[in-house]
């Protein structure tokens, strides 16, 4: 195909005319679709299948606006893209790229690319774009410090995660309140550090705070700090949060489980950018930002008087749902690789997975996220001697997931918690023959243990953790640490 201009009806070159695009795609397939696509939006269209052409085009002035692939057979865009912004900072620069992933927006965001599209892409949503770069007609981002692109926070290509994507690339350079939702397991604090990470307050602390983790009664003193003397047991002044993560990140983890009191100080902090410490009269100044997440429906806690509805709509200023792993099921085989890497890199064996195996692990329902499916990763790493992982192993493994009993099979009516445990531990043990398995089983079985435990504990005393604390003979801190390192879900139950 030539470089030579398509034109639509044509159109006169005035002062209302709609704008001259140039498309770059070594794909003429590509250019021949988004060709038509713009011309019938009433665009004049300039295509090529070469980098230097378009460089071409914007040295010689043409073009308001540059839709450009990533790879073409003589340039990169994110070579290029430097160069058009130092020659023509005004001129908006669209990204598409196969190269789905988290690094490729990022990194089209941190060059100046006023958009960053995946392919394949809606040409609907492009025809969209292009209107409204050229209503704006500003200059693209400024371009961030590098940042080390080696470890990959986020992982996935499916379509959901690319809308996450796109969305972190157009945050990174401001200080938005975001709100993230999303299951358990989905990678909330992930997307949150990746914000923090890449941000412009990477400079800056990332303190984390996980509002189910904290009994009720200490999470003001543990935001805001505390005064000595401001209650029993204050013996010193205490630092808060919000002073440890002055000039950078506050992440706020479980948002709806904070208590009404605790709002009520939040919201002031959004409101007026300062707070008072618990027992204090001062204001303090801060400079933070706020990153919000909950797996739970705060619309519905505003409909039960338990979360503050001008609280909602500050920190709901940027939504991002996360997707649960059973809606982006074509994820699973990078991040299986990704965490068999980070597997080797901790000293575990090399390992993969057969087609087969792949095909199992994409038809179960994954009710603990992508945070099951880590520590499954881990499982086969640590505990199989074979290097490549079949399907009848993947099948029983999900068999024994934490979703299910301990045992392999239905116990007999006299079977003791221990005679249980023993045939659990038989399936183990038979996949190594006569090797020994690695070291960790114990502290694996513990953990099997202590979630039916701790459920059984809580569903008895209704969701009252003082009186399952008591049951099981724990110190209260104890329970919620392991409610929240468990990743076990309370529910009270009417009486």
Do not use: C
């Not at 893209?81 to 990022?106: D, G, Y």
């Not at 292009?130 to 499916?158: F, I």
Request: glycine share 8%.
């Amino acid at each position: 195909m030539t470089d030579a201009p398509v034109k639509a009806n044509e159109i006169e070159r005035s002062s209302m005319r709609a704008g001259q695009i140039l498309v770059a795609d070594d794909d003429s397939t590509i250019r021949v679709v988004l060709g038509q696509a713009l011309s019938r939006a009433g665009y004049e269209v300039r295509s090529t299948g070469n980098g230097a052409t378009l460089w071409r085009w914007v040295a010689d002035g043409d073009g308001d606006l540059v839709i450009t692939d990533v790879v073409m057979p003589d340039h990169n865009a994110f070579d290029l893209l430097p160069r058009i912004k130092r020659m023509r900072p005004e001129l908006p620069v669209v990204v598409m790229s196969a190269q789905n992933t988290f690094m490729t927006a990022v990194r089209a965001s941190e060059l100046g690319a006023y958009d960053y599209l995946p392919k394949p892409f809606d040409l609907k949503e492009i025809v969209a774009i292009v209107g409204r770069a050229l209503s704006e007609q500003g200059p693209g981002a400024a371009k961030p410090p590098q940042v080390d692109t080696e470890n990959m926070p986020l992982v996935g290509r499916s379509a959901s995660m690319q809308d996450v994507y796109r969305v972190l690339a157009r945050l990174m350079q401001t200080d938005l309140t975001v709100m993230i939702n999303g299951d358990s397991g989905t990678g909330k604090e992930l997307v949150a550090r990746a914000l923090h990470d890449f941000g412009k307050r990477r400079k800056g602390p990332f303190i984390a705070v996980n509002m189910a983790a904290i009994p009720r009664d200490l999470i003001e003193s543990e935001l805001f700090g505390h005064e000595k003397g401001a209650f029993t047991g204050a013996l010193s002044r205490s630092v808060g949060r919000f002073e440890q993560a002055e000039g950078g990140t506050l992440f706020l983890d479980e948002i709806g489980d904070m208590p009404m009191e605790a709002q009520t100080r939040l919201l002031r902090v959004l409101q007026q950018g300062e707070y008072t410490t618990v027992g204090g009269r001062v204001p303090i100044r801060t400079n933070v930002r706020i990153i919000a997440a909950t797996n739970k429906q705060l619309r519905g806690l505003i409909q039960q008087g338990l979360f503050r509805e001008d609280l909602f709509f500050r920190l709901n200023v940027v939504p991002i749902r996360l997707p649960p792993l059973r809606e982006r099921t074509e994820d699973i085989p990078d991040l299986v690789r990704h965490f068999f890497a980070m597997n080797e890199k901790e000293g575990l064996p090399v390992k993969t997975l057969e087609p087969e195996a792949y095909d199992r692990l994409r038809g179960y329902r994954w009710p603990g996220n992508v945070r099951e499916l880590e520590n499954l990763v881990r499982r086969l790493a640590a505990l199989y001697p074979q290097q490549n992982i079949s399907a009848p192993t993947i099948e029983a493994e999900l068999s024994q997931s934490d979703a299910a009993p301990l045992a392999l099979a239905e116990p007999e009516p006299d079977a003791t918690l221990a005679s249980m445990v023993e045939r659990h531990l038989q399936h183990y043990f038979a996949a190594f023959g006569a090797q020994l398995p690695p070291p960790g089983l114990f502290h694996r079985i513990v953990e099997e243990v202590e979630v039916p435990l701790i459920s059984a504990a809580l569903a008895a005393t209704r969701g009252n953790q003082i009186k399952a604390a008591q049951l099981l003979g724990l110190n209260r801190n104890t329970l919620r640490k392991k409610i929240s390192d468990l990743d076990i879900r309370v529910m009270k139950l009417s009486r």
